[in-house]
């Protein structure tokens, strides 16, 4: 079994920056793809990045590419995103998500285990 943690959230004003983490417990995900979502109030959820098995190859949503960088420590078995010059519209709960492959995706339903999500706020 799989458990993801995120941490990290928080409140900062438009412009800040924020790092969130997700660390992995019980079997590795090291070997693994995973990906950053977040979800507005009333709006679905949306993916924001992902990072493949090695660290290598990154894919970055419109919305935030430039701003946003997903990063991997596998001696830590922990998956960052560095969030800069963040924006209101940045607002959501951030999830962090593994497949149970290798290879990245943006697509939701193609994620296997799914953290319990942090709250980000970005005021103006």
């Known amino acids: 079994q799989v458990q993801l943690v995120e941490s990290g959230g928080g409140l900062v004003q438009a412009g800040g920056s924020l790092r969130l983490s997700c660390a992995a417990t019980?079997?590795?995900?090291?070997?693994?793809?995973v990906g950053w979502f977040r979800q507005a109030p009333g709006k679905e959820r949306e993916f924001v990045a992902a990072?493949?098995?090695?660290?290598?190859?990154?894919y970055y949503a419109d919305s935030v590419k430039g701003r946003f960088t997903i990063s991997r420590d596998k001696a830590k078995n922990t998956v960052y995103l560095q969030m800069n010059s963040l924006k209101p519209e940045d607002t959501a709960v951030y999830y962090c998500?593994?497949?149970?492959?290798?290879?990245?995706?943006?697509?939701?339903?193609?994620?296997?285990?799914w953290g319990q999500g942090t709250q980000v706020t970005v005021s103006s």
């Open positions: 998500a593994r497949r149970d492959y290798t290879g990245i995706s943006h697509v939701r339903s193609e994620y296997n285990y």
């Open positions: 990072i493949n098995w090695s660290g290598v190859n990154t």
């Open positions: 019980g079997r590795t995900f090291n070997n693994y793809a």
